[in-house]
């Protein structure tokens, strides 16, 4: 076996043959957060970005972060040498046109554009957009893959958010923006036609579900699909003619429009969106469960999806997503 | 030479199917469910696994002053003996409903016993 060099930002690290890549880092006094050292605590993850790590080094990683090339640093020992990263690194892949704005309602406006190359991703992943000055947000991609090079983003305007303000009031069609590579876990797996799906989401959080749903019925998928989308009131919520034609059109998919205050409305159910879900699924043994939206309804729903059964490892949400794109 | 106790219950795969069951009893159990609110789910979920590693006899380095430093916060919130049990209690019921055999799960419960004065920091 022969010394590897391993580049991380500007720095390179010889891995010693025999040595965990972990211990070769912290050698050189790289703060690399770490724990048990034994592939369980899974703190000392960071990321290939050029080919695969090594198998053994991906040990109990969910699927999606094996996928990502993502790694714990105390189980690898490098077979070549690497370049890796602490976790996303922040390259902009491509480039992309602004195709069209439309409002889906008074707050949130679905923004279209097309990217100059491919982007090879899945269905509720999201990707950073990037202004020319360098203002920067997250938004998921609320299609799913079958659009080729179009990417469509559901855009909630905030007071004071700059970058939705702008977005909502200056950009232009024909404008660029540059679009880095797609993240997130949060996302639709193949593989599992039979399992029923649960999916939760708050204001913009739809759009990372409606991908995931429209991927998983385009799949095939044969499992049933509940989708509870909720909002404080009526102006809110959106797309719910466009669902309510999905569920006529397929007997596995069933959609619920939950509003927690304002006046009660007869067709949409009262309350907030987890409560009512978790009010009408109480046996979530075997399910797969999203969820997209506020902080507080993620962590409150992982809980009780975990207690009604579902297994954590079946439980997606991507908390940086949710800071970064529904928040602000 | 003969299997180790970790071998004998089934290694990771095992850790792995007692790490959900034993965390929904905990986090069921009003007595001692506190402690872990506003905690990552998935950040305890693997600390869970960790200390079920550790005490099935698997590979670990915990030492007494990792338990002791990782428990110190809980032991300011109140965490006493009684808090312990119960996660003794579920440690059991745990690999009960697993049907491991029981002395094995014995042995199990020995070695978390063995950490509870560094746990409460004592
Ligand atoms: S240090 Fe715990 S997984 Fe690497």
Known sequence: MTVRKIKLDEQTVLCQPDEPLLDSLLRENIEISHGCRQGACQSCMLRSLKGKPPAEAQHGLKEGLKRQNYFLACLCYPQQDMEIAYSHHRDYVTYATVKAKQMLNPEIMQLVIETDEGLDYYAGQFVNLKREDGLTRSYSIANHRMHGRQLSFHVRRLSGGQFSEWAHQELQVGDRLAVSEPQGLCYYQPGQPEQNLLLIGTGSGLAPLAGIISEALHDGHRGDIHLYHGSSDLNGLYWVEEMRSLQQRYANFHYTPCISRGEPNPDKARGRAHEVAFKDLTALKGWRVYLCGHPDMVAASKRQAFMAGASLSDIYADAFHVASSSVD | ?122
């Open chain 2, 1 to 122: 030479m003969t299997e180790s106790l970790y071998e004998q219950l089934g290694g990771e795969a095992a850790v792995n199917a007692a790490v959900d069951i034993f965390y929904r009893r905990v986090l069921n159990d009003y007595r001692i469910n506190r402690f872990f609110d506003n905690v990552d789910m998935e950040e305890q979920a693997a600390k869970q696994k960790a200390f079920l590693t550790m005490a099935f006899g698997g590979p670990n380095n915990y030492t007494g002053a990792d338990m002791r430093q990782a428990h110190a916060k809980l032991v300011k919130k109140g965490l006493d003996d009684s808090h312990f049990d119960a996660v003794m209690e579920h440690l059991s019921g745990t690999l009960e409903e697993l049907n491991l055999p029981q002395d094995l799960i014995g042995q199990v419960a020995a070695i978390a016993e063995s950490t509870r004065e560094d746990v409460l920091g004592r």
